[in-house]
């Protein structure tokens, strides 16, 4: 079965600092996989997948297939950027998706 | 507006008793979805749709059913609720874009069962 490993509970940095929420996954065939986001009192929304190569919000992630990694990199943080991250796959041919437990970025100022 | 509506927002009840989860999307999506997720805690499939008529259990085992007569609606029923139950359920639709699929969640109604 897959599964999407996000390490870090809690991540806290400084505004203007860089940051890098870690995902891996766990997946025999090739996934889709994707970064979503809750801001307070909103609702989960797409911030981006790897599969359009996009750069939203300054952040970006790339699919590394031999670490089956996909990490959320900005170089500089935001005090916007605070919310709640999921990393989530979807198997080939599927359109169901398996998430992370997520990750809460703290950006202070 | 085109959206997914869930309600309700949060509701409290009585061990035993049969709630309806309501959730409504107005984007012409075949793919629907619910995903469980208890505070803390990673989301979880528990029922899919991906047309009228088409239900499938998710990876989650429920005590939940769902049933898809119209494309638009794709209620939650829980017969007899227990406190096992508490939870967040959150309803989500898709739309098989050209560059993958695309997932849009309600905003989730909040459980309690006491």
């Known amino acids: 079965a897959q599964r999407v490993t996000q390490p870090e509970k809690l991540l806290s940095v400084f505004k203007g600092a860089p940051v890098e929420l870690k995902c891996n996954y766990s997946?025999?065939?090739?996934?889709?996989l994707f970064w979503y986001v809750q801001y307070s009192r909103q609702r989960l929304q797409l911030l981006l997948r790897h599969i359009s190569r996009e750069s939203i919000k300054g952040f970006t992630a790339d699919l590394n297939k031999g670490e089956t990694s996909f990490h959320l990199k900005k170089p500089f943080a935001q005090e916007e950027d605070s919310a709640m991250y999921y990393c989530?796959?979807?198997?080939?041919?599927?359109?169901?998706?398996?998430f992370g437990k997520g990750t809460m970025l703290l950006v202070s100022p | 507006e085109a959206d997914i509506y869930q309600t309700p927002r949060y509701l409290v009840i009585g061990t035993g008793k049969k709630i309806t989860l309501e959730c409504s999307q107005t984007m012409g999506h075949d793919k629907m979805y619910w995903y469980q997720q208890d505070p803390g805690m990673e989301l979880h499939l528990i029922h899919y749709?991906?047309?009228?008529?088409?239900?499938e259990k998710g990876d989650l085992s429920s005590e939940s059913t769902v049933s898809r007569i119209r494309t638009e609606h794709f209620p939650l029923t829980l017969e007899s609720a227990r406190p096992s139950h508490t939870s967040q359920y959150l309803c989500?639709?898709?739309?098989?874009?050209?560059?993958?699929?695309?997932?849009?969640f309600g905003e989730g109604s909040w459980l309690t069962v006491v």
């Open positions: 989530a796959l979807s198997r080939t041919g599927y359109s169901t998706l398996t």
């Open positions: 997946y025999s065939g090739s996934p889709e």
């Open positions: 989500a639709s898709s739309d098989p874009g050209g560059l993958g699929n695309t997932i849009y």
């Open positions: 749709s991906y047309g009228v008529n088409s239900t």
